[in-house]
């Protein structure tokens, strides 16, 4: 079993143990939920011009997303967490078309001391057509992307968040993998209860 099969089967046997109410049905409906084919995923990176990380590819051909609302993802944000529905492949195309499909500078919007607090790994944009959303709070403008475009401190593919009111993109993880793992930590820190 790879790395990447055992970090879902570990999220979703958490998830199994702590859903409650409505949520009990939207996971039914999720664990129906096939994976996207190669083609798919050679279609998709040759539309954009990308080569998607590994981890991201092999979970996808497990599940293509979480389904709306189910949140899948529990994010280590500051001193919390924050629940994240996954998007499905169409759904990721979807958001590109009108959420980072231009590039827009912090400098047109922010002060040098507000961009100074960017993290070193991302490069000082709001908005960059290299950054591809795949994560959403459900019902909400905060994103999860995969970011194509790091600094020189970064790598290609890590994991960035962008938050709405006020505007600003913060670092989560370098890899995918490290992003789930990050979940079923704090799955197993009982997050669950906190985020939903």
């Not at 709306?68 to 001193?79: E, M, V």
């Amino acid at each position: 079993m790879s790395q990447i099969d055992e970090l879902h089967k570990k999220i979703e046997g958490l998830l199994a143990e702590r859903v409650v109410d409505d949520d009990i049905e939207y996971f039914e409906e999720y664990k129906k939920i096939t994976g996207i084919t190669d083609k798919q995923i050679d279609d998709f990176e040759r539309d954009f011009s990308i080569s998607l990380p590994t981890d991201f590819k092999a979970f996808y051909k497990l599940k293509d997303g979480s389904g709306y609302p189910l949140n899948l993802l529990y994010t280590s944000y500051k001193d919390s967490c924050i629940p994240f529905t996954l998007l499905s492949f169409d759904d990721i195309r979807d958001t590109k078309k009108f959420f980072c499909d231009r590039d827009n500078l912090m400098s047109e919007y922010y002060s040098d001391e507000e961009i100074s607090k960017l993290d070193s790994r991302i490069k000082p944009y709001l908005f960059n057509k290299r950054w591809f959303p795949f994560a959403q709070v459900a019902g909400g403008s905060l994103y999860l992307m995969l970011d194509f475009d790091p600094t020189e401190h970064g790598t290609v593919g890590q994991v960035i968040f962008y938050v709405h009111d006020p505007d600003f993109v913060y670092f989560i993880a370098p890899t995918f993998s490290d992003l789930l793992q990050d979940t079923i930590q704090n799955l197993e820190d009982d997050w669950y209860d906190e985020c939903r």
